[in-house]
């Protein structure tokens, strides 16, 4: 099975990683931790087995943010890049550090209740009130 491999980092470069997209479930999160975390609005997230992700360059920084998910980020730029479970059943890469952010595309909305009202994406897929159905970290 040949795999295709995409590539991302962080903001000033110190962090550069590859992951096999190959079944790789892709949603936005609304929900306040990542809001809080990322600064921004809606945070959108590739999540993939553990084995599929791989660190290729830097040492990234580690928040524990809840029993359930620790939170990676770099530690010279600030860039948040990716999330682990205790577990280590899988990982979210956040969207908008892969170097080609539009080789995927999101199909749901996480935590849908806690969306900022303002914020409207037009868009038919699934929203769930909480966690979406598939996931297997916190979001
Ligand atoms: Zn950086
Ligand atoms: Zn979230």
Known sequence: MTARHLTGGCLCGALRYRLDPTE???DYCHCQ???RWSGAPVTAWAQVPTVQFQLLQGTAR???SSPKATRHFCGLCGSPVFMTDPGETG???MLGTLDSPAALA????????ARIPWL???DEWPRW??????DVTEK
Do not use: E
Request: proline letters at 10%; hydrophobic letters at 40%; aromatic letters at 6%.
């Open 129 to 134: 009130p909480a966690d979406a159905p598939h």
């Open 106 to 113: 999101p199909t749901g909305h996480g935590w849908d209740s």
């Open 33 to 35: 931790m990542c809001r």
């Open 91 to 93: 990982v979210g890469i």
């Open 24 to 26: 790789a479930v892709v």
């Open 120 to 122: 409207h994406i037009a």
């Open 62 to 64: 580690a928040y524990r």
